[in-house]
């Protein structure tokens, strides 16, 4: 049963913009918190960016920040990353992720994999020179 769906990857040149999208279903669907991450080929899963189901700030990786944005529309049911200004650097495996634990280890904003119960399978995102 898919819990977490990606869509939206793909080829873009560098400068170019993308917008993943991630719909959760079954339990992921009712989650505290909902976030990005991705996988570089050869490098270890970085956080890239995270949202409340219950509205309030979102948080990023600081290293994205101004260039990525993240969204949820309710009434969709759907989590977007807005992606702009990408560089190749940003080729990864992009993943959607699903935390069902409220304020787990007292953390507001989850940032780490294992603070999540849900995962996608992952979308690519490659960036062209």
């Known amino acids: 049963q898919i819990q977490l769906l990606e869509s939206g990857g793909g080829l873009v040149q560098s400068g170019g913009s993308l917008r993943l999208s991630c719909t959760p279903s079954?339990?992921?669907?009712?989650?505290?918190?909902l976030g990005w991450f991705r996988q570089a080929p050869g490098k270890e899963r970085e956080f890239v960016a995270t949202i409340r189901r219950s509205g309030g700030s979102p948080y990023y990786a600081d290293s994205l920040k101004g260039r990525f944005t993240i969204s949820v529309d309710s009434a969709k049911n759907t989590m977007y990353l807005q992606m702009d200004s990408l560089k190749p650097e940003d080729t990864a495996i992009y993943y959607c992720?699903?935390?069902?634990?409220?304020?787990?280890?007292?953390?507001?904003?989850?940032?780490?994999?294992?603070?999540?119960?849900?995962w996608g399978r992952g979308t690519q995102v490659t960036v062209d020179y």
């Open positions: 992720a699903a935390a069902t634990r409220a304020y787990y280890k007292g953390r507001y904003y989850y940032t780490v994999g294992d603070e999540y119960d849900y």
């Open positions: 079954g339990r992921a669907a009712s989650s505290y918190a």
